[in-house]
């Protein structure tokens, strides 16, 4: 049923059950349809994170571009999403639900234009970054009025979809763009984009309704200086990490590091102190909350697990087995599938038995894989890498829903949009630093065996067999924090129930 409130206005929230009462206005419809929007607008800006790498080789030929200048393409991406999540958390306080959604997928469409159109490298720069504002808007809205519509007891199967967002679009993304550039040139990697963002921003502006009250809140300019600082100093750091292991960096990682968590120290000092009059960029009492400091670590470990394997088994099956860009694509495409199918049958899982009897079997499950990577070799079949990745897959789908849910489940309602924002942020640092991990140790290792007269594919695999070792050990501490997992929906107040209207099931 459409709300018959102004588009421009906020629409008050029914709490649960409120259609079924005489008189009441039954907003589950309108709900729904919000929240499948938002779904479908945040897996399309995305896909596209992860999609142009696949095309980097044939930009460079084009555009006339060093290694060391087209990694910008991928890096300016994370860069730009570092520095504005943080800066989510108010705009979803101080702006309506609808004018966010049209601002966020209109920076993308045009990011989108722009980089279908570039005629130089610096243009296209500024098409990616324009696109990355509007990434980085998307998800903690979807999260944020996912949590403000849909009660405890139904969450699981809804962050089960978000959960498809989050994990198989990016996985999803080089595959896509390996199926365009097997017919197109790389600029259809933008182009595609544009008819699905330009609908999805169509339907945006005639179909979305405001499901939040927005409240006037200030914005602290420093806080926004130091974070800017902090994240784009960290990410750039983690991302050279795997240049200067080859000697191909311009600035040495130290710096930016250094520099990215002195302004980190700094951010943290300024936002406990601004969190206690209610007026902090990113609200650090989002930590305070059981569970959601252990959710987080969990979450940076299997993010970092999943973009590092991204990263590296296209360079392993292209350098090593000697496959074509869109072969290799392909074999990651049923395991990136099935995680995507088991979203949402692992939220529902969730609604009914919580997060540890999924999380457990979960991790060892991903640990078990990441150790099965080290066994790969130069003689290793692409099948090998099918099997290997299938399961990894179906432990991560396992994992991200779960803790999507349990994470943010600790949270009273006023903190949402800062749970998300930091559910973002990390996502990102966790990606950067996985990539970092899993490429330096690569480059270390086959430099030094190739320094020894190995054959460049023996030093290759060497290479990838020690960044999945270093994977599989990390992924033995995570085993250990699933135990502490628990549901923690309980403990939120009883005004997230009076606050929350139904989606339908």
């Known amino acids: 049923m459409t709300s018959t409130a102004p588009i421009t206005g906020s629409i008050p929230l029914a709490p649960p059950g409120a259609g079924s009462s005489a008189g009441a ?43 060391s200048t087209a990694q910008w393409l991928s890096t300016s991406f994370m860069l730009t999403m570092a520095v504005v999540i943080p800066i989510t958390g108010f705009l979803i306080q101080r702006f ?30 500024v098409g990616r970054v324009i696109q990355a504002s509007g990434t980085a808007i998307m998800l903690p809205l979807l999260m944020t009025t996912v949590m403000t519509l849909v009660p405890p007891a139904t969450r699981g199967k809804t962050m089960g979809n978000v959960s498809i967002v989050m994990s198989m679009a990016p996985a999803v993304g080089p595959t896509v763009a390996g ?30 309704r405001n499901v939040t009250e927005p409240r006037k809140v200030s914005i602290d300019v420093l806080s926004v200086i130091l974070s800017a600082v902090a994240f784009a100093g960290l990410i750039y750091g983690l991302s050279s990490l795997g240049e200067s292991a080859s000697g191909e960096v311009l600035i040495a990682p130290a710096i930016p590091i250094i520099a990215g968590a002195v302004s980190l120290a700094l951010f943290i000092l ?5 969190q206690m009059t209610d007026s902090a960029l990113l609200d650090l009492r989002t930590f305070a909350a059981s569970g959601f ?9 299997m993010m970092a697990a999943l973009f590092g394997t991204i990263i590296l088994l296209p360079m ?60 790969l070799s130069e003689n290793s079949s692409a099948l090998m890498v099918v099997a290997i990745h299938v399961p990894m897959s179906i432990g991560l789908a396992f994992m991200f829903t779960p803790l ?7 949270l009273k309602p006023h903190l949402y949009s800062h749970g998300s924002a930091t559910i973002g942020t990390v996502q990102q640092l966790a990606g950067a630093a996985g990539t970092a ?54 403990e939120v107040d009883s005004d997230a129930d009076a606050n929350a209207a139904p989606v339908g099931h």
């Open 25 to 67: 206005v039954d907003n589950s419809g309108r709900n729904r349809l919000v929240i499948a929007l938002m779904l479908a607008a945040t897996f399309v800006v995305f896909l596209n994170e992860t999609s142009l790498v696949v095309a980097i080789p044939r930009i460079m030929e084009d555009l006339n571009i060093e290694p």
């Open 179 to 208: 199926l365009v550039l097997a017919v197109f040139d790389w600029r259809w990697v933008f182009i595609v984009m544009i008819p699905i963002s330009v609908t999805a921003l169509m339907l945006g502006i005639t179909k979305v």
């Open 270 to 274: 300024r936002q406990l102190k601004l």
């Open 316 to 375: 392993f099956t292209q350098d090593v087995l000697g496959l074509e860009p869109i072969q290799s694509g392909l074999l990651v495409l049923p395991g990136s599938l099935i995680m995507g199918l088991l979203g949402p049958i692992v939220g529902r899982l969730y609604d009914k038995v919580g997060p540890r009897p999924l999380m457990i079997p979960g991790a060892i499950v991903v640990s078990a894989s990441l150790w099965s990577f080290t066994m």
């Open 293 to 301: 400091a252990i959710s987080i670590g969990l979450m940076m470990v």
């Open 437 to 490: 991990l899993f490429i330096a140790l690569l480059t270390v290792q086959s430099v030094a065996l190739a320094a020894e007269g190995a054959p460049d594919t023996e030093a290759l695999a060497a290479g990838v067999r020690l960044a999945f070792m270093a994977g599989g050990i990390i992924s033995l501490f995570a085993i250990v924090a699933t135990f502490f997992v628990k549901r923690n929906d309980a």
């Open 96 to 125: 309506t639900t609808r004018s966010i959604f049209i601002a966020a997928m209109s920076l993308f469409t045009a990011g989108t234009l722009l980089g279908a159109i570039a005629p130089t490298f610096f243009i296209l720069i």
């Open 404 to 410: 999507f849910t349990s994470a943010l489940g600790t």
